[in-house]
């Protein structure tokens, strides 16, 4: 007599189990790369952006002669000072979007990765009950 409910690995539901785990995994992990990637390049800009300031800065300072050379200097230290708090508060606000943006996306994919367990897992349930219904049925005439 042979078992209707033993695990026939020949009936092993490979799609369930990429749609389930695999694909969902990869695709958080595609976005989590393309979140690091736009992050990164934030950053690497930003970073360029303050060093060519700052070099521009010592270029200015290395140029000073005078007395009337050092006040040109330092009043154009006040217009380079609210340009750079106007570039770290733009780069926040950047940084602020990306991980905004993350969030939302990371709670879509979840939100789809739920659903659409939801549905394999009521699916394979009732294709397990449709399946136990017909072995009962089978087995009963057997049994008398």
Do not use: I
Request: charged content about 30%; proline content about 2%; cysteine-free.
């Amino acid at each position: 007599m042979t078992n209707a409910f033993a695990f026939d690995p020949k009936q092993f539901d490979t799609a369930q189990l990429e749609s389930m785990f695999f694909a969902p995994a990869r695709a958080f992990a595609s976005l989590s790369v393309d979140y690091t990637e736009k992050l990164v390049n934030a950053q690497l800009e930003a970073t360029k952006a303050y060093s060519d300031t700052g070099l521009a800065q010592l270029r200015s300072l290395m140029e000073v002669k005078d007395a009337e050379g050092l006040k040109s200097y330092m009043e154009g230290q006040q217009k380079v000072a609210t340009e750079l708090t106007e570039r770290l508060k733009g780069d926040a606000e950047k940084v602020v979007a990306l991980q905004q943006e993350f969030a939302e996306e990371s709670q879509k994919l979840t939100e789809s990765s739920v659903k659409q367990a939801q549905e394999s897992v009521q699916e394979s349930a009732k294709e397990t009950t449709e399946t136990a219904t017909k072995a009962v049925k089978e087995a009963a005439p057997k049994a008398k």
